[in-house]
């Protein structure tokens, strides 16, 4: 089904173009760097507060980042999604790529206990004060999910199909 | 000199085994987001693009970022090693490093001068208000590391 699914994809007027023009694939790159560094230099911000690095400031502030990691996660999604439309049935085999697109589904998950976890609370944590075992947990999880999307992103080139 | 450093066994290692490589690009990607991540939010801070937070967070995880820092100096070096003369030719990565040093000098004036701010209320004030002084240098410090970013991404097509 993923096969026959990407075989359309490679058929597609896009991927023609996105394969004629040299200089997309690296000027997508750098946006996908780029993307990559709004995403998680944001998502450190936060998860440092709501695990106590940062603490001089009211957890509210923090969540000031919050559009600029959907900024950066935009981004990426545009360019990641113009990557597998530019290549497809090499990225739609790749256990890196197939790996790295379930992360991202846990990632999903983990916002959804941020919304119900640690958003309804930020109000109450002040400067200084420490967050819950909760808010910490969801920060440790972001963090470590998000790395494990970058390690297996850049590994796609070096692994094989799953 | 830099032949030389091609034919240590270290640069060996790193161009001969199977996984060396890319588990050095791996962590370079990590220090990178760590790194970059901070100093890019640091400076849409204090550019005002985000507003109302306190700049000096950004010194407590100023240790953060140089811990990402120092991961891709090592990591850069010992993936530099394996093609030494051909990194040191490569116009890409001769921008990149140059702008890398700018980018760290100003992470050092930028982060003493958010310190002194701690005795000087007047100026903590005025980086709290959108009339930063700090600003150019922000917005400096984020085209930099645009052109790090970029530059980086190019090496391979140079």
């Not at chain 1, 507060?49 to 981004?75: E, Q, S, Y």
Request: aromatic fraction near 12%; hydrophobic fraction near 60%; charge should be positive.
């Amino acid at each position: 089904m993923i096969r026959s699914f990407a075989s359309n994809i490679a058929d597609s007027s896009l991927n023609q173009l996105i394969s004629e023009i040299y200089w997309l694939w690296p000027v997508l790159e750098i946006f996908h760097f780029l993307g990559l560094s709004i995403l998680l230099g944001a998502l450190v911000t936060i998860d440092a507060r709501l695990l106590g690095l940062v603490r001089n400031c009211d957890a509210l502030d923090v969540k000031r980042f919050v559009p600029l990691a959907w900024v950066g996660f935009c981004i990426n999604l545009v360019t990641g999604t113009l990557f597998f439309i530019g290549d497809p049935m090499r990225y739609a085999i790749n256990i890196g790529f197939q790996l790295k697109m379930l992360l991202i589904l846990i990632t999903g998950l983990n916002v959804v206990a941020y919304q119900l976890q640690v958003r309804p609370l930020m109000a109450g944590w002040s400067a200084g004060a420490a967050t819950t075992p909760a808010a910490k947990l969801i920060a440790i999880t972001s963090l470590l999910t998000w790395t494990g999307v970058l390690l297996l992103g850049r590994l796609i080139p070096y692994v094989g199909a799953g | 000199m830099f032949s030389w450093l091609e034919t240590t066994a270290i640069a060996n290692w790193v161009a001969l085994s199977l996984w060396a490589y890319p588990a050095l690009l791996s962590l370079h990607i990590v220090g990178l987001a760590v790194v970059v991540g901070i100093f890019v939010m640091r400076d849409l801070r204090l550019a005002g693009v985000v507003r109302r937070i306190n700049p000096r967070i950004f010194l407590d995880l100023a240790p953060l970022a140089w811990f990402g820092f120092t991961l891709n100096l090592v990591s850069g070096f010992l993936l530099f090693t394996s093609q030494a003369t051909i990194f040191a030719s490569n116009l890409p990565f001769l921008i990149k490093i140059s702008f890398v040093i700018v980018g760290m000098v100003l992470a050092v004036m930028i982060h003493s001068r958010l310190r002194r701010q701690s005795v000087s209320a007047s100026f903590y004030l005025s980086v709290l208000n959108e009339e930063s002084t700090l600003r150019p240098l922000a917005l400096l410090s984020l085209a930099v590391w645009v052109t790090v970013i970029s530059a980086g991404r190019l090496i391979a097509y140079f």
